[in-house]
């Protein structure tokens, strides 16, 4: 036999390293284009502008909806006659060049010119291509198709120029784009200025998609951006807009990632979602936001959904699962302390009986006194316990190295029975263990139960979908909630729709307080499985 070893298994620490690369940004390649600190800047020159009120029918629920209305209450974009603005339709070099324009000559003396266009131009944007010509915003060859979408790199370049940026300052030969290869070392310098002057951002996958067209939400953005970089002439003290997707939430700490950036919510912050107060609960990942900031912390978070639904939140728990009560505790039987020999037990005999059933043989073979260890012998012991009782883990065998001793202990005990274990046998001596029976307890027989909690009110007409699923039931329901309906009032429309249903009602006690519903079965004792989803239609 040999000696009995106690092994010290030394604690490994892993230490991880976390990568960043930059801002990650959603699929329309926004992303945090402050790039300022302390007052915002870019203010129009004229006060009255400040009190205008611009409202287009199809931008209340767009992400970029605070913006476009800002812009346009300064008269640097314009909408349709249909009062409609179109944020997702492609903006063409035409419109682009006009909204930098209008922005450039309220915050800058531009020179004037007189200068033969060509024929192509429409009245309406004449002025503004030509204020664009004569200032070195963009060049004669940009205009070849003035009505084709504008692409991310034609906005690059009028933004960089716009800037009166300095093209030698730099190569563009450290941008890790993936898509850009095929650029000039002029564009990729035009690329470099306007990243480092946070007017534009690459996307996620690490690619710029320079050719891609731009959306007329996404122009207001880059003005934006562009605008913040000049001083206006009204000197009071603004706060920082940041526009972007929420990628975090720590409810705990109160605080919310912004593409790339974490920022703290103050204490006193309004938070809107689709234009209505809110809560931190009703913020979820994925939505678009304009927040602003003063002294670093979120003072106001305007939220976005991008589709009409109720927005209803819902959490579902399983409060009991109808088999085991909380006092149900299976058999343990600890041996006393063993030798500090490891056993050979290849001749001995060990009988378990589990549950006051039939004794069964175990085959001790593999025991021979061969082991390292307590550990091992413990392995051995549980997989042969296992053979015998043709049924894996409803005994566990571990060795407890502090007093040197085994421990059985039954599991997967059904609870309506007390879990019982006895050994017999001529290797009870070696294994520190004694024939009387160890038992555990039954517990009380439960009935299974769920919580259904609305924990919002809802935000626009809409239809929840309920499903109520056990071991018979299988149904699904529908109930319709209207616009600002309060949680208590949603969560008895969902008891009501439950109790209206026969199978349900039959076999389940439905009980409502304020907006939180519980649903007991009225068997006890039985593990249903039930499951019960809620989502919108």
């Known amino acids: 036999m040999k000696k009995w070893s106690h092994k010290i298994l030394p604690a490994l620490l892993a230490g991880t390293l976390t990568l960043s690369f930059g801002a990650a940004v959603d699929a329309k390649g926004n992303g945090n284009g402050n790039g300022n600190h302390g007052k915002a800047k870019g203010q129009a020159k004229k006060v009255e502008q400040f009190v205008k009120q611009i409202k287009f029918k199809d931008v209340d629920r767009h992400w970029a909806k605070a913006t476009i209305e800002l812009l346009a209450a300064k008269e640097i974009i314009k909408g349709y006659s249909d009062y409609t603005f ?96 095929d650029l000039s070392d002029k564009e990729k310098a035009y690329l470099s200025i306007a990243l480092m002057e946070s007017l534009v951002q690459g996307y996620g996958d690490k690619t710029f998609k320079p050719n891609k067209p731009v959306t007329r939400a996404e122009m207001s953005l880059f003005v934006k951006r562009l605008m913040d970089k000049f001083d206006g002439d009204i000197d009071v003290d603004l706060d920082t807009d940041i526009e972007g997707t929420i990628r975090a939430i720590d409810e705990d700490d109160e605080e919310l990632k912004i593409n790339s950036k974490t920022y703290k919510l103050a204490d006193d912050a309004i938070i809107k979602v689709d234009d209505k107060t809110s809560d931190l609960d009703s913020l979820e990942v994925g939505m678009k936001v304009e927040v602003v900031l003063k002294d670093g912390e979120i003072t106001k978070v305007y939220a976005y959904t991008t589709d009409e639904l109720a927005n209803v939140d819902t959490k579902i728990e399983k409060l009991t699962d109808g088999e085991k009560s909380d006092d149900f505790e299976e058999a343990v039987k600890k041996g006393s302390k063993v030798s500090d020999e490891t056993p050979d037990l290849e001749d001995e005999t060990l009988f378990v009986v589990l549950n006051e059933e039939t004794a069964e043989s175990v085959d001790l073979s593999a025991i021979d006194g061969s082991q390292d260890d307590g550990d091992e012998v413990a392995d051995e012991l549980e997989a042969a316990i296992a053979d015998a009782l043709d049924e894996e883990d409803r005994v566990k065998v ?70 109520f699923k056990d071991g018979t039931i299988n149904e699904k ?51 249903l499985d039930l499951k019960i989803e809620i989502s919108e239609k």
């Open 398 to 467: 571990s060795f407890d190295d502090s007093d040197d001793r085994f421990v059985f202990e039954t599991t997967n005990s059904p609870s309506d029975e007390t879990p019982t274990l006895r050994f017999y046998g001529s290797a009870l001596d070696e294994l520190g263990l004694d024939s009387t029976m160890t038992e555990g307890s039954e517990g009380e027989a439960v009935a299974e139960s769920a919580k259904i909690t609305v924990k919002s009110d809802a935000e626009a007409d809409g239809t929840l979908v309920v499903v």
């Open 86 to 181: 179109q944020p997702n339709k492609p903006v063409t070099q035409l419109e682009a060049i006009a909204m930098v324009m209008n922005m450039l000559t309220q915050n800058e003396d531009l020179d004037k010119g007189d200068l033969y266009i060509g024929k192509n131009i429409p009245d309406w944007a004449k002025e503004s291509v030509k204020l664009a010509l004569v200032n070195d915003i963009i060049t004669i060859d940009d205009l070849f198709q003035p009505n084709k979408p504008a692409t991310r790199l034609f906005i690059v370049k009028m933004l960089v120029n716009a800037l009166h940026s300095d093209l030698e300052d730099l190569d563009g030969e450290d941008i890790f784009f993936g898509d850009i290869k």
């Open 477 to 527: 329901l529908e109930v319709k909630v209207e616009e600002d309906e309060t949680a208590e009032v949603i969560a008895s429309k969902i008891a009501d729709a439950l109790e209206e249903n026969d199978d349900i009602d039959e076999a389940y006690d439905i009980e409502v307080d304020d907006e939180v519903i519980i649903v007991t079965s009225k068997e006890a004792g039985k593990d």
